[in-house]
C-alpha cells in the first residue's frame, strides 16, 4: 500500500493547456508538500499545507494554485503551462510535531514535460 | 538563514571503493540532520537521519556523524555497490521548525562501476 502515491507520473502537454497533479497520503500526517526537481536534480520547495492550510508559499508564478481537500490530498494546478514549467513534481508529507525530528516521505514524482 | 552546502558531482567510483560525500550546514541552534536517497526514476527515501550533536545514523552500510563543531554531516560508506548508484541528498529541519520547513543541498550523483 503506496504511503504518499501522485498521479500521473507522466505527462505530456501543449504550451497554453491547463494540467492538475493529484496527491494523497495514508500515513496520517498533518503536512503536505509540493516540491519542483529540474533537469539537474536540484530540489525547491513550492508550497506546504497544515491540516488544509497554506504554511509555506514560495516565490513561484501565480500559475500554480495548490488545493488541499482534506489533510490526506494535495492536488496542484497549473494554468498556461509554458516551457519552463517541465519538471518532476514530488508531493512529500511529514508529522507536524513539536520537535524536527519527523522526515518527509516522498511520492514517487510526475514528470511534467512542456512542448 | 539555514542552508545546507553539499559536494558537487557527479561521482564515480569503482565497486568496493570507499565512498565520502561532504554535507556542512548552517543553522542556528541544534537542527535536526538527514540523508536522503534517490534511485534512478524514484522519489527521494530517508537514508539516515540524526537529530542531535554526536549522533551517528547509520543505514544499509551507510553513516553520518552529527558534527557541531564543524557543522557536518559526511555521508560515509565502507565498500559501496553497484546498487548504491543514486542521487543523495543533504538535508536540515531546522531547530525552531514551526512551519515544517526543510531544507535541502543540491545532490550528488553517485556511480559505482563494476
Known amino acids: 500500500d503506496t504511503a504518499v502515491s501522485q498521479t500521473p507520473k507522466y505527462l505530456v502537454t501543449q504550451m497554453g493547456n491547463d494540467k492538475s497533479i493529484k496527491c494523497e497520503q495514508n500515513?496520517?500526517?498533518?503536512?503536505m508538500y509540493w516540491y519542483k526537481q529540474d533537469s539537474k536534480k536540484f530540489l525547491k520547495i513550492m508550497f506546504s499545507?497544515?491540516?488544509?492550510?497554506?504554511?509555506i508559499n514560495e516565490t513561484v508564478p501565480n500559475r500554480f494554485s495548490p488545493k488541499s481537500p482534506d489533510k490526506a490530498h494535495l492536488n496542484l494546478h497549473i494554468n498556461s503551462l509554458e516551457l519552463g514549467d517541465s519538471a518532476v513534481y514530488f508531493c512529500?508529507?511529514?508529522?507536524?510535531?513539536?520537535?524536527?525530528?519527523?522526515?518527509?516521505?516522498f511520492g514517487e514524482g510526475s514528470r511534467l514535460t512542456v512542448l | 538563514g539555514d542552508s545546507v552546502t553539499q559536494m558537487e558531482g557527479p561521482v564515480t567510483l569503482s565497486e568496493e571503493a570507499f565512498l565520502t560525500i561532504n554535507c556542512t550546514y548552517t543553522?542556528?541552534?541544534?537542527?535536526?540532520l538527514f540523508w536522503y536517497v534517490q534511485y534512478p526514476g524514484e522519489g527521494l527515501q530517508l537514508l539516515l537521519k540524526?537529530?542531535?550533536?554526536?549522533d551517528k545514523g547509520s543505514n544499509k552500510g551507510f553513516e553520518a556523524t552529527y558534527r557541531k563543531e564543524t557543522t557536518s554531516f559526511h555521508l560515509e560508506k565502507g565498500s559501496v555497490q553497484v546498487s548504491d548508484s543514486a542521487v543523495y541528498f543533504c538535508?536540515?529541519?531546522?531547530?525552531?521548525?514551526?512551519?515544517?520547513?526543510?531544507?535541502f543541498g543540491t545532490g550528488t550523483s553517485l556511480t559505482v562501476i563494476p
Open positions: 512529500a508529507s511529514s508529522q507536524e510535531k513539536k520537535s524536527n525530528t519527523g522526515e518527509l516521505f
Open positions: 500515513l496520517g500526517h498533518d503536512t
Open positions: 499545507y497544515n491540516n488544509k492550510e497554506l504554511i
Open positions: 543553522a542556528t541552534g541544534y537542527p535536526s
Open positions: 540524526a537529530t542531535k550533536a554526536d
Open positions: 538535508a536540515l529541519s531546522p531547530a525552531t521548525n514551526t512551519g515544517n520547513q526543510f531544507y
